[in-house]
């Protein structure tokens, strides 16, 4: 890191006990810090941004002559790891135009708040994505507000691939698509309004079926990630062929859905738990007997978009790096009753061949 800068979300202030909170807020993001010497309130007061690593050590052992040089670059290094500094120099930004920066510069915002991890750039989430390609396999309910959400997020390359043609029930809840296009494939009108949210975004689509895990290994190979939003031929065969393609490529995948007022969204890499073992452990979980009743079909228009719009953001922490949580779990929002909540998380079976290939 060239020139530290304290991000400005996470400004620190001193506390009354004598100690530095940096962070800035109450949600699980500030951390407390013991400063007994004001070592550490004089350090951050350093890293504005106009100066070098070497040029704060130095400012410190001047000002505290109990420092040695030692000391206080392993203090300045400490305060860079927390993740609440950024590099001023800005490296990286050559790749993205006037344009990207004006048009992704609330996202930067967002990353600098929740990112903790030190980056060479300020822009260095957004070039992932900017890198990233990911195939939405399914547009509709889910699948279109995940697809919008991604492109207008920067994705590099989406690919959106789905057989069916638009609706008029799958108005009510499929956010790319208008009365005008009765009768057009979802897959070519998702490809145009996606292109017309963001012309720097590749857009490709396929108007097909995924019948077999050859066909959905083939679909994702020269791809960065799989949004699963499909329903054909059936849920639970799609998520199985996802997690056999994952380990055998490696392609990490999200998969959203809704029943009723419960939305739900997996998370998946070959660095966690599959899905068939999370399965299997929620499924040893629950009594005996025929399986609970989650609700009906229906869906509105803002069940979908949750639905859609977790898939988009899971996929984003995994493209990013930016994910506080290890790949391998489920998590469900019941709509109805907002406390009602839940994150599923079981270990690997012994014998899966997926996680122990």
């Known amino acids: 890191m060239k020139f530290p800068k304290v991000k400005f ?7 009354g006990s004598g100690s530095v909170r940096i962070g800035g807020d109450l ?3 500030a ?21 070098t690593v070497e040029q704060i050590v130095t400012g410190l052992c001047t000002e505290f002559p109990a420092l040695t040089p030692t000391s206080a670059d392993r203090l300045v290094q400490g305060l860079i790891g927390t993740g609440y500094v950024e590099d001023e120099a800005g490296a990286g930004t050559d790749r993205l135009s006037a ?5 992704y510069a609330k996202n930067q915002a967002f990353f600098r708040r929740i990112d903790l991890r030190p980056r060479e750039s300020q822009w260095d989430a957004q070039l992932k994505l900017k890198d990233a390609g990911v195939v939405v396999l399914g547009v509709g309910g889910t699948g279109s507000h995940a697809a919008w959400a991604l492109a207008a997020a920067g994705v590099g390359r989406v690919h959106c691939v789905d057989p069916d043609r638009v609706e008029l029930s799958n108005l009510t809840r499929q956010v790319l698509y208008t009365e005008a296009d009765l009768g057009r494939p979802k897959a070519e ?5 996606l292109r017309a949210v963001n012309s720097d975004v590749e857009v490709s689509h396929a108007t097909r079926a ?4 050859a066909a959905l290994a083939e679909l994702v190979a020269g791809y960065d990630a799989l949004a699963l939003c499909a329903d054909e031929p ?3 065969t799609l998520r199985g062929w996802a997690s056999d393609v994952c380990a055998q490529t490696g392609v990490p995948w999200v998969g959203g859905g809704y029943n009723g007022p419960f939305v739900s969204v997996g998370t998946f890499t070959r660095e966690g738990p599959c899905f068939q073992c999370v399965a299997a452990g929620e499924e040893a979980r629950l009594p005996a007997g025929p399986p609970p009743k989650l609700g009906g079909s229906g869906v509105l228009a803002a069940s979908a978009g949750i639905s859609g719009n977790l898939v988009a953001y899971e996929l984003i922490t995994l493209l990013t790096g930016v994910s506080r949580l290890n790949p391998g779990y489920m998590r469900v929002v019941n ?4 406390d009602d909540q839940s994150l599923t998380r079981h270990e690997s079976r012994p014998d899966c061949p997926n996680c122990h290939a």
């Open 99 to 103: 344009t990207e920066r004006a048009r």
């Open 189 to 193: 009108v998702a490809a145009e309004r």
């Open 335 to 338: 709509l109805i009753a907002p």
């Open 234 to 236: 059936d849920g639970e």
């Open 31 to 51: 951390a407390e810090i013991r400063d007994p010497n004001g070592w550490i309130w004089a350090a951050l007061g350093r890293m504005d941004g106009t100066r």
């Open 210 to 213: 995924v019948d077999s895990r």
């Open 9 to 15: 979300e996470h400004l620190p202030f001193r506390t």
């Open 27 to 29: 949600y699980g993001l």
